[in-house]
């Protein structure tokens, strides 16, 4: 049946089943890591709210939920290093332990820009988990500790991720058909 939702995807990247499964993997390396402690998830929106939602309920710790959007891209589809706050954090962070968790890492900077943020508010610990990270596009050096997928360093949408705010709904990533891009082509 054509759903008009994935008509426009050209290729599935990363299926939703092994989607799922890395982030049970993920989500025990977590629980292990974070027994005992004072846990805070960081989401980075809007991108990461999928996958934020589906790794918290496979970590069976108490934790508590923060969320910051910024904004790094505006419609095109490579990143603009500039980075602006759209929402802050509602909690201090001080002596918490804090994990970012973020969808996707290409350049780098807007997960560089937050951790020297987040690091300012002096956490008892600071770490980054990412569903995926483009392979060789990263422009400063990153320490991962909970690192999804490594992917080819082209432009993908789903699982949280958008094209012009469109396609975060679909539960795999893909690579879109050319024509949904319209005239704002990626490069
Ligand atoms: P960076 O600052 O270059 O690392 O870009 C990170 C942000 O850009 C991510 O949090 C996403 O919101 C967005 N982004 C990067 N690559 C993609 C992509 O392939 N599809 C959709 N959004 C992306
Ligand atoms: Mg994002």
Same mark, same amino acid.
């Given at each position: 049946?054509?759903?008009? /939702? &994935?008509?426009? =995807?050209?290729?599935?990247?990363?299926?939703?089943?092994?989607?799922?499964?890395? =982030?049970?993997? /993920?989500?025990? %390396?977590?629980?292990?890591?974070?027994?005992?402690?004072? /846990?805070?998830?960081?989401?980075?929106?809007? &991108?990461?709210?999928?996958?934020?939602?589906?790794?918290?309920? %496979? #970590?069976?710790?108490?934790?508590?939920? +923060?969320?910051?959007?910024?904004?790094?891209?505006?419609?095109?589809?490579?990143?603009?290093? !500039?980075?602006? #706050? /759209?929402k802050d954090l509602d909690y201090e962070i001080t002596d918490?332990?804090?994990?970012? !968790?973020? +969808?996707? #890492?290409?350049?780098?900077?807007?997960?560089?820009? @937050?951790?020297?943020?987040?690091?300012?508010?002096?956490?008892?610990?600071?770490? =980054?988990?990412?569903?995926?990270?483009?392979? &060789?596009?990263?422009?400063?050096? @990153? +320490?991962?500790?909970?690192?999804?997928?490594?992917?080819?360093?082209?432009?993908?949408?789903?699982?949280?991720?958008?094209?012009?705010?469109?396609?975060?709904?679909?539960?795999?990533?893909?690579?879109?058909?050319?024509?949904?891009?319209?005239?704002?082509?990626?490069?």
């Open positions: 049946m054509r759903d008009g /939702l &994935g008509d426009d =995807i050209a290729e599935v990247l990363i299926s939703a089943d092994e989607i799922q499964h890395k =982030i049970s993997t /993920l989500a025990k %390396e977590i629980t292990e890591d974070y027994r005992g402690r004072d /846990l805070l998830l960081v989401g980075v929106l809007k &991108g990461a709210f999928v996958f934020m939602s589906d790794l918290a309920r %496979e #970590i069976p710790l108490p934790l508590a939920f +923060d969320f910051m959007a910024v904004s790094s891209y505006g419609s095109a589809t490579k990143s603009s290093g !500039v980075v602006r #706050i /759209l918490r332990h804090v994990l970012l !968790v973020e +969808d996707i #890492i290409d350049s780098g900077l807007t997960i560089s820009y @937050l951790l020297r943020y987040l690091e300012a508010r002096r956490p008892a610990s600071l770490e =980054i988990c990412s569903l995926f990270w483009k392979k &060789g596009e990263q422009a400063v050096p @990153l +320490d991962v500790k909970y690192p999804g997928f490594e992917i080819p360093p082209v432009f993908v949408v789903g699982y949280g991720l958008d094209y012009a705010e469109k396609y975060r709904n679909l539960p795999y990533i893909g690579v879109l058909k050319p024509a949904a891009y319209g005239a704002d082509s990626p490069s």
